[in-house]
């Protein structure tokens, strides 16, 4: 197969020029990464939400820095053309500009990933500076922000109202003025989507805000059907792999139970000659 060039950021923006559109999915691990980037998406968002669709919890917040790292370099390891970013977790950056510069060059060092994102508007504007300033590009996330879903009341779509819509505006604005190179977009209307793409010179990437966005991301694990928690309203479901994964579990059960597997053609042969000196042997040792 041809190499391929790897996705950079002067690319991006070359796409965004021309029209082209972004696809953006997350992963988690190598096998889904590898298949990602062989299918030709841009971009690879190592998420936190790997809390909820690889660990198993109930929200974002509790997956660690050093999982995230240890998570990420299977998907490093694995793309040769995607632009890879890790994403933040909850209480790796809100603490001092220290500890985000310290943190998202873990993600660059050890991991490998090509940016980093982190959660919050105006308010993080300043970190987002401090780690841009340190010679990490780093990639905002403004809408329904998972980590603060206590603040936001749940995991609630965001910007429906003039007030909170012209907040989301002057977020994107203050992230854009402080060096990111690319705004995430989540569960925000389409028209707030457009205002906001409008208005800025770097990427907008949409979860759930519409058309007008440089790009689309979605959890891998929502396009394929294999996180059967919730389906939010924006995602578009591909394939429905928990239930061929299912149904295959339970075809391996029912032919271990028969015996319909394994057959010969799975077993390691031995030579006739080999296995006769063997039973030869073990004959005399019983007798
Ligand atoms: O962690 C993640 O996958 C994300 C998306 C929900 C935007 O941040």
Redesign the pocket.
């Known amino acids: 197969m041809e190499k391929r060039k790897k996705v950079t950021i002067p690319y991006l923006l070359e796409m965004k020029e021309k029209g082209e559109l972004i696809s953006f999915l997350?992963a988690y691990d190598y096998p889904t990464a590898l298949i990602e980037d062989r299918a030709g998406i841009e971009m690879i968002?190592v998420?936190?939400?790997a809390a909820m669709c690889l660990f198993g919890h109930r929200t974002?917040l509790p997956v660690t820095m050093d999982e995230m790292i240890s998570i990420t370099k299977g998907v490093t390891r694995a793309t040769e053309y995607a632009f890879v970013v890790g994403?933040m977790p909850y209480m790796s950056y809100q603490s001092s500009h220290e500890e985000a510069i310290r943190n998202a060059g873990r993600f660059m060092g050890e991991a490998g990933v090509d940016a980093i994102k982190l959660e919050g508007g105006t308010r993080m504007a300043g970190v987002v500076k401090a780690i841009v300033n340190a010679g990490i590009p780093v990639m905002g996330?403004i809408g329904l922000t998972?980590q603060s879903y206590t603040q936001l009341g749940g995991f609630k779509s965001q910007g429906r109202d003039a007030n909170t819509a012209m907040k989301l505006i002057d977020d994107a604005l203050a992230l854009e003025a402080a060096g990111a190179f690319s705004i995430?977009l989540?569960a925000i209307p389409n028209e707030v989507g457009e205002i906001i793409s409008e208005r800025l010179d770097i990427l907008t990437l949409g979860?759930g805000a519409g058309q007008a966005c440089d790009g689309q991301?979605l959890?891998v694990h929502d396009l394929i059907g294999l996180f059967e928690t919730f389906t939010p309203k924006f995602v578009k479901k591909y394939a429905n792999v928990a239930a061929i994964m299912e149904q295959a579990f339970r075809d391996y059960r029912q032919d271990v139970r028969t015996r319909a597997f394994p057959q010969p053609e799975h077993y390691y042969p031995i030579p006739k000659d080999e296995l006769a000196k063997l039973r030869d042997r073990l004959n005399k040792r019983e007798e």
Request: no cysteine.
């Open positions: 997350t968002l998420g936190d939400s974002t994403d996330h998972p995430l989540e979860i991301l959890i």
